[in-house]
């Protein structure tokens, strides 16, 4: 009887999913449309606003015809890639440091947080001139960048294990070690996910701006050479590859924590004494 | 050798700059071997008193033996089950019993089957390699349980264990603790708020009352063994009862 209910309940959730599909769908034809037909009869000048028509052209052709995106989708990805596993890496050590050691969270925690305050785009620049107009110091920015999520909600994650847990442990004679890598370790990775998908999303806006300072390559150089020329259909066409190449980084994510944190998953065979 | 309890006290500082006494001057030996229940109303301190003998707290006075050495010492030859299962959800079942193996530095290989074993006679061998949210309550304590017996420690202390089951899964609880206590050897301090349950599973009741925390009466169990649910109908257990109900209403504790 509970898989009866638990398959009319995932039927009724799918016919729910499938309903909000085509009202999304529907919103976005009808965007699609007035935007169209503004640009075609309102007389926009189309270097503001290009018909939406014009950015599925420079899109195909930057993809696919010319090919001209993609040595510059590549160079943006390692840029992104790299700067989301040094900031990940980094904070989340630095996260289990102040999380385990009082004197390091009083000496450290005050410069992060103040160092975070600072606007990152701010002293992109200074990147620039310390690390040059290659991939180095965009790698170096999206870090900046990435990195603070990732320590915040590792401490966070690490304070959140239960007391409770805790407790028993010491009952049975756990050292402080095991404590940590038996319960608050594991207790902490919905946080530090939650850290790294957020992470994942800033990496990317880090190593746009930084090609806006000062780049050779990549997307966000190419959305200044676009900008340049007044080529507006090909900026929105980079626009839209960057909200694609965010979508699936974020789904990356979140495909990774549902395998790691398994247990979070409420089971559909709870079992009865 | 069993548990040697003597003149141990307990203050806490409250956040007001005041002073909570939990215990005072308890003195209590506990037999090895022999099953004690500690009874109670709510705030009576005997679970800070369980507390203490697990070394989980230390107290500000007076002694704690657990076989003749202090509690530090002794951790490993105690085995303990909270009110709560306290399973480590990321853990299966084996995992979680294995647990005390584990961070004791004790060879896998010796008691890996032990653990087992203890699964099957708890009726839960099926679920070995199941996760503890795919469990009831009830069968999440009998793994809690297995946990506290995997190491083979001479001493055993329950805090409400059975508390958060309801009645019906509560006696049958009682049962297979007395069916896997009955010629272990092992001493058992039970702490409980249930006159019935502390009668039937106890050879001595320890009767506390509040503020401050401390003994009130001992009351010996003379009820024979093997128990069975049939022992509620004895006049025996009648009078028991009786009299531990009578001790809490002069006090008008008992709700």
Known sequence: MPAAISTERARRGRAELRRRIAISLIVFVLLMAAWHLSVRYLAVNVLIAPAPGDVVLALVDGLFGRGTFWPHLRVTMIETLAGFGIGAVVGAILGVLIAESRILRDVLYPYIVAFQTVPKVAIAPLFVIWLGFGIGSKIAIAATIAFFPVVVNMIEGLAAAEASLLEMMSAFGASRRDRFLLVKLPASLPFLFAGLDIAIVLAVIGAIVAEFVGAQAGLGYLIMQYNFNLDTAGIFAVLIVLAVIGTLLHWAVTAIQARVIFWKQTSSSMVRA | ?255
């Open chain 2, 1 to 255: 050798m069993g548990i040697e309890i003597s003149g141990v006290e307990q203050r806490f500082d409250t956040m007001d700059g005041g002073t909570v006494h939990a215990l005072s001057g308890i003195n209590l030996s506990v037999a090895s071997g022999s099953f004690v229940a500690l009874l109670g109303p709510s705030g009576c301190g005997k679970s800070t008193l369980l507390k203490v003998i697990a070394g989980l707290l230390a107290q500000t006075g007076g002694s704690v033996l657990v076989n003749g050495k202090p509690v530090a010492e002794s951790r490993y030859d105690v085995g303990m089950v909270f009110q709560d299962a306290r399973l480590l959800p990321w853990k299966t079942v084996l995992e979680n019993v294995m647990i005390p193996i584990r961070v004791q530095r004790r060879k896998r290989a010796d008691y890996i089957d032990r653990a087992r074993a203890l699964l099957d006679v708890a009726g839960i061998a099926d679920f070995a390699s199941r996760y503890p949210a795919e469990l009831s309550g009830g069968m999440q304590q009998r793994v809690a349980i297995c946990r506290a017996l995997v190491h083979d420690p001479s001493t055993i202390l329950m805090d409400e264990p059975f508390g958060a089951l309801d009645a019906m899964t509560r006696e049958t609880m009682n049962l297979e603790l007395l069916r896997i206590w009955s010629g272990s050897q092992k001493t058992v301090v039970f702490v409980t708020h249930s006159i019935p349950e502390a009668v039937f599973l106890a050879d001595r009741v320890v009767v506390m009352t509040p503020r401050p925390g401390k003994v009130q009466e001992i009351v010996e169990v003379d009820l024979p063994r093997p128990r069975d649910l049939g022992i509620m109908a004895d006049p025996g257990f009648g009078r028991l009862t009786g009299h531990l109900r009578g001790l809490f209403n002069a006090r008008g504790d008992i709700h």
